[in-house]
């Protein structure tokens, strides 16, 4: 069976659903960030603070092209993943891209007061929200499915991929 890829924006729900599927479906899940903090060995706040934001993007594609060799697992990655076509690339290889979305309004309330996301630790998140919103839709919309999570339950979301994959 095709692995699962969730893509989308920060605070749309990839993490709760990837969670979900993988229980559901009794498969193994691969979530991204994990993977790039353990190789690096410290938190992505960290590594965008003492590394930079380009150095997390080549650790990011590196951790794709690895995860994108299994089959049969639920893929749940970081929400700017999709800049880089490659990346797209290699996941689509043995996978199905479900791009997840949300109002602007939605992912703030959703992500506001968690400071684990650096582009999001800023004075205006509302805008910066929407700036990169609007930078990355050409990106997104490359997914294979998009749902809008921005009033439905992650159940209701996971019910939605699970017919998709029916
Ligand atoms: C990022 C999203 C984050 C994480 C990093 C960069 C982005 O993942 O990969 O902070 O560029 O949108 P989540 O989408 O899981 O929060």
Redesign the pocket.
Known sequence: MKNIVLV?????G??MVGKLLATQLKRQRL???DM?EWKVGKP??KI?EEDG?PY?RKI?SEVVKAASHDKNVVI??????V?DKNNIKRLKEHGIIICLIARPEVIYNR?KGRI?????NILDPIAGIKE?LNK?REYYDRADYTIDTSDITPEEITAKILNIMK
């Open positions: 989308g924006f920060m605070g749309t990839k993490t979530c991204l960030d790039i992505i706040t965008f934001e997390f990011e749940d990655a970081g929400g700017g993943v800049i992500t684990h996301r650096p582009l999001l990169l990355r």
